[in-house]
Each structure stands twice: as structure tokens, then as C-alpha cells.
DNA sequence: TCTTGATGCTATGTATACATTCTTTAAAAG
DNA sequence: CTTTTAAAGAATGTATACATAGCATCAAGA
């Protein structure tokens, strides 16, 4: 039936599937450079697939904030500027501050909070040894984002899950979007003791129906992103370990940087000219 | 030059676009059934695109919420519980909350001001006649919806502004959704006049610089919509006058209707099996 | 009569060809 | 030397043809 197990990949995946993927790797390695035109040929030729995919790919890539739609035709890269992305944290935190929030509201049963609890002692686990090691670090991460998600769902929310989504696809603005990259910074490990913190407080809250408590933990949560988002841009020693870096505006790229808390009085300027 | 300016039309918008607005049109009239699946051909039928720009428009309503992708291929029209929209419209009230937050935190001038304050006077002369007209009402839903995003816009976060127009993309959960559904009401003047109060007072805070008074103002604001819902809901009479209607899973359609506030214990019901 | 299997059809996913529009470059005029 | 206009090329938007996979229906056997 099947000569070689290689196609099966192929085949078993969509096309659209496989060029969306490529494109984001594309994207997040800085083969696409921000303000870059995207040429579909160029896309066919590099992912392989053929211009309808591409096509589509594009459109989801475009919804998923990573791609912006040119007037005149096709796309381009984005580009961030610093408070976009700590913007986007600080929406996302609102968000899950908000599932949280429902969760504490609404009730969640013992049996619902089990996972949630796993994954806390599983992150106990981890930072009981001192200083943490890279692999610790990534094993981290991969948990972070698992008791994000079952956070998420206990909101038992379908349209808020799905914005949660939405706002963690970028991937500077997931919750484990910059930990990787000051791992070796002193600070960082009493950040994710801070965080592991916070994790508990969050269930505490849920378990006890403090649905004010679960939302503003959660909130102060994401401004530990934040933070960390700050750190990494200051150490830029091993910021070649997150990706999406091309994409963060310099100040290099613009005439000033940190004059954007200045712009108060400065009329509509803020906005790409 | 032109010959058919009907023709002009049909070339000054693409095709995608075009499509586009019909399915949405078909969706909310409820020519389209929720849980059906959509048929390509069909769709090219009655919107006169070919299947290409169709296609297109299908991933985008996707992504848009109203339609929902099915594993084996193609794409049905989303259904929605009251919860769902109730929620729907809450997440839109948190993240116009963290807009309003923004802007009294960050500051605004005096100048970005003044169109707020226009719109307020405007919806005040509205509401100076009582009771108010059915063209009033009308009125007010449009100066609403511009009231809205010229809030939106103060926080000055693109990513923000985004992240609301997609939230009131559905069209439920936009700020004007349910107002329309009961303009015969004695209950909706006084809607509107709290309603227009809470404006009132969002753009006091932002003035003062009171960030948190400014979020909490536009949460209570999105509640009044969800109060709104529950009346039209229940006061049938008029629910004509608003799309989507067809979207909303009734209790006709499942078990019970008003059990979603007892599944608290019941494990992982309450999700669709 | 019910269940299972096979066959045929339909619908989606993909590829490519075509037309229109935008952009860029070059040349000419001021 | 600079600016404007025209032409050529390239890239996007659209349409259609083709292949594959899923689904339904019908028939046969238990």
C-alpha cells in the first residue's frame, strides 16, 4: 500500500496544516523580516506546498496576529514594539483572570481540582532543588503551560477559552513565553518561586469561592511576565534562546525607544506612519 | 469608462469580501441552520463567487466565531447556549474594562477627549425626549457603537483594540446587541439612561485619572447587556428585530434550559457530548 | 429482518492556468 | 539633476479542473 512511510506524513497531514507551520517557523526565526512582504511564490517554493494552501495558511496566520494584511495585496510580518507585547501579557493575564474568576464563582468540584493540584506538586518538585538546572527549567516550562491550560478550562467557558487561545498564540505573550530566556540568571529562580506562589494562591482562592482573590492573583501572575519580558530584554545574553525575537522592534529600527511614555501629548503619532 | 456602475460594485470589493457578507447575512438570518454543515457548493450558488474566494471567507468566518471547523472537512454554523452569550458579552465588558483602565492610567489629553464628549451630549439630547421614538433608538444604537470604539481607541494598544473587535465581532456581543430587541419595553428607557450614566462616568474617571473606577464603570456597563439579553430572551414579542437569534440554542432544542446554574457537581456536563 | 460489506457518488482539498492590478524601472522633459 | 509618465514585469485575486476521501445507499448473507 504505502512505499515510503515519509509520504505518509505528507498525506496524513494537510497541506494548509504543513505550510502554516513552516510559515510560522519562517516567521519566528527571522527568515521573514518585519515589514517584509510575504511572496506567496516565495512561500510555495519554501514549504513545498501549492499556492492555495499557502493562500490559506496566510489568512490563519493573518487572524492569529502574527501576519498583517497589506492594503493593495498580500501580506507582511508584524512588527512589536515593546508595550505591544507587554500589552498583550497583561491582556492575557486579564483573561485568565477572568477564568479564574468563573471558576471561583461558579463552583469546581474536588475531582476537577485534582489535575490542577498534580501539577502544582510537580512544580514543588522541581524547585526544591537549588539552583535549578536548564533541563529543570524546561520541564518548567512544559508544566507552566499545562496548569495554564487546565486553569483555563475550569472556567468552563467555551468563548473565553477560545480568547485565551487566540491571546496566548503569540508566542511572546504565552505564559511561558520568556522564562527560558534568563534561565541563568540569578533572578529568575526567585521569579518562578513567585510564580509557583501564585499558582497556589489561585487554586486556594477557586477551592474557597474568592472569585475577586483568583481573578487579582492572576492578573499580578502575568505582570511576573512582564517583568520577566523587562529582564530579558536588559540581559540580552541568552535571548538568542526564545524565539519571535525578530519580530520586537528595536531602537535601533525607530528614531527613539523609551520615549513612548512620552507620547501623551503628542497628538495621533504612535502609529505606523 | 463604466458602463454598469451595478458592475463597479462587484469589482471595487473583492470577491472574498463579498462572499463574506452574504454567508454572515445567510448565518444570522437563519438561512443557514446551526449544526448544519455548509455546503461549498451551495455557497457558491447563492453568493456568485467561485469556490476560491468562498473558501476564503469560510476560514475567516471561522476564525471569526461563527463557524466551527468539522474534523472530517468543511465547516458547520456554530450554535450558542445563553451562558455562552452571556459570557461572550462579559469577556467583551472585561476587555473594555482594561481599555478604560488604560487610558486613565496612561492619561489622555483634553483633545482626544472631546469626540467622547460629543457623543455623550449627543445620546444626552436623545434622551431628553421621553418616551423615546423607535428612530431614536436607532440613533442611539449607532452613537453607542461609536461611543465604544472611540473608548477602545483611548487606551492606545493595538493589541487591545484588536483583541475588543474581535470580541464584538459576534454579533450578540457587541455593545448595541440586545438594544434594539426591546425598545418597546417600559424597562429599556431606563436602560439607556443608566447605561448612558455609566458613559458619563467612564469618561470622569478617565479625566481624573482613576483607573480602576474607569475598569469597574465598564464592567458594570457590559452587565447592563447582559441584563438586556434576559429580556429580550424573556419578552419574546419583539426578538424579530435582532439577528442571530437563530444562533441560540433554545430550551426547545435540549433537556432543560434554566439547569446551567445547578451543573456545578455534575462533573463534566455542560459541555456539548 | 438485521447487519455487514461493497460500490458509487458527492464534497472537500489541492493544483494550476488566467486576468487584473500594483509596483518598479527607465526614459524623457522641464 | 530632478521629476513625471509610461511601459513592462511580477504578484495577487479568481476560476476551474482533478484527485482523494468520506458518506450513503443498496444488496447479500446470516
Redesign the interface.
Known sequence: MKAAPEREVDRSVSQTVKAQLALRDQILSGSLRPGERISELQAVETTGASR?PV??AL??LE?E?LLEAIPSGGFMVKAFSE??IS??I??RG??EG?AAR?AAE??V?A?ELEPLKECLAAIDELLRQIPISIEAFSSYVALNARFHALLTELS?????I??ID??SA?PFASPSGFVMAQSALPEAQQILIIGQEHHRVVIDAIENREGARAEAVMREHARLAVRNLRLALRNRTHLDLLPALALIKTATDRGQCHALHRD??S?DA?VDP
Open positions: 492555495t493562500r490559506m489568512v490563519r487572524e496576529g508595550r505591544d500589552d498583550s497583561e491582556l486579564t483573561l477572568l468563573f461558579r463552583g468540584s475531582r468552563r467557558s467555551p468563548p473565553l477560545r480568547q487566540r491571546a503569540l501623551l501629548d497628538g504612535g
